[in-house]
């Protein structure tokens, strides 16, 4: 473990000014990957910034739309009752995320901002152009069996590895952030980046941001009909091998409008609206998910040993639609 100072400032300000005045700084939340990425020498802070005394827990209905703070608790989040109620998916998706442990530490913000769990990120002794830009992709050739189908460049294939995020982009969330310039609201689907020729950049955020909370606007007649599947290895404490969050407002047996997205296919959470916009006004049967999942599927792309992601997201798709709906 490297030395780093330690402060742990009790306002916004005092928290972003400690970062703006020192490049090698960091924000510390719950720690679930911070830690751990010290630890393996991946992150190399000289100073934490502990924000968990910053005002930033609430979770708060406003209108039609619900405002969690980017400190609350992921297990907390989960079993509050107004999340429940109003946003059963995102409610689901944070159920199915890591074990038990890590969801009582683990912040909404931290989630947002964990890293990729490619295998080469965390093992120094291996080339990989999101620790150290430049040095190549040990992965694009390598073991790539949890990694990206769509978006990805050959300077990177990693995956988000977030159940919750895929939840907050199919619930057309945005997250709010603050820095020295003032507050600013991201779209969620915008917030996060694909790696392109510049995969350390994870996502949209300035270094002297911070995350203060995630608005989601209420939809009832699509939490009515919401689910979140996840294909995994093991039952519990694994990461998606493919995710699906799917919400669809339904008359009838008529979709009036779908919102999908999927998780560990892509270096963000990947919103399917081609999909989206075919089933809008169809009936809702099992040929109509099909080809809607075909559609999702058109620009999806294997490495090699993750090729099996290419028949496992349309199945989960067309599943969890199939489960939504009982078609
Ligand atoms: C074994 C294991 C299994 C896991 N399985 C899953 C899983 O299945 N699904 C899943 O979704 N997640 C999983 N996780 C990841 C876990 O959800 C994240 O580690 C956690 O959400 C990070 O939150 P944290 O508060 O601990 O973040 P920290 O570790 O404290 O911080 C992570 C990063 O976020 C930054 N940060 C934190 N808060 C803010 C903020 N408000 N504004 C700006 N930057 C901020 C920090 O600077 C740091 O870079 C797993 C983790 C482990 C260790
Ligand atoms: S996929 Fe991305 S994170 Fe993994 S080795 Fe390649 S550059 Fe690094």
């Known amino acids: 473990m490297i030395n780093f100072d330690y402060s742990k400032p009790s306002s916004l300000q005092a928290a972003i000014n400690a970062v703006k005045k020192d490049a090698t700084a960091k924000f510390i939340a719950g720690g679930t990957n911070l830690v751990d990425l010290m630890k393996r020498g991946v992150m190399t802070p ?35 009752d107004l999340i429940k109620k109003q946003l059963p998916l995102l409610s689901q998706a944070f159920k199915a995320g890591a074990s038990a442990q890590i969801r009582n530490m683990a912040t909404v913000g931290g989630n947002m901002m964990q890293r990729t769990r490619c295998g080469y990120f965390y093992d120094t002794a291996m080339p990989c152009n999101k620790r150290e830009p430049g040095t190549g992709c040990s992965a694009l ?49 915008d917030f996060h980046r694909l790696p392109g020729n510049s995969p350390e950049k994870d996502n949209n955020l300035q270094r002297d941001e ?21 294909i995994r290895d093991r039952v519990s404490y694994a990461f998606a091998l493919v995710s699906v969050a799917a919400a669809l407002d339904m008359k009838g ?6 919102r999908l ?22 009936e809702a049967t099992v040929g109509n998910f099909e080809q809607a999942a075909s ?33």
């Open 253 to 258: 047996k008529t979709i009036q409008s779908a």
């Open 141 to 189: 050739r390598g073991y790539n069996r949890m990694h990206a189908i769509f978006g990805a460049s050959d300077n990177c294939i990693a995956v988000h590895p977030s159940d919750m995020c895929v939840a907050l982009a199919a619930l057309d969330a945005s997250v709010v952030v603050t820095g020295t310039k003032g507050p600013r609201k991201i779209l969620f689907t």
């Open 210 to 230: 911070l995350i203060t909370a995630v608005e989601v606007p209420l939809n009832p007649a699509l939490a009515q009909h919401s689910l979140y599947t996840k």
């Open 295 to 327: 559609l999702a599927m058109q620009d999806a792309k294997g490495h090699g040993y993750n090729n099996f992601k290419l028949s496992l997201a349309p199945n989960t798709i067309v599943h969890t639609l199939k489960t939504l709906t009982g078609a």
């Open 46 to 80: 000289e100073k934490l910034i502990d924000i968990t005394s910053l005002p930033l827990k609430a979770i708060e209905q406003s209108g039609n739309v619900i405002r969690i703070g980017a400190l609350c608790i992921n297990s907390e989040v989960a079993e509050n």
């Open 261 to 282: 997205a999927m998780g560990g296919v892509a270096h963000k959470p990947w919103r399917l609206t081609i999909a989206e916009n075919f089933l809008k006004g169809k």
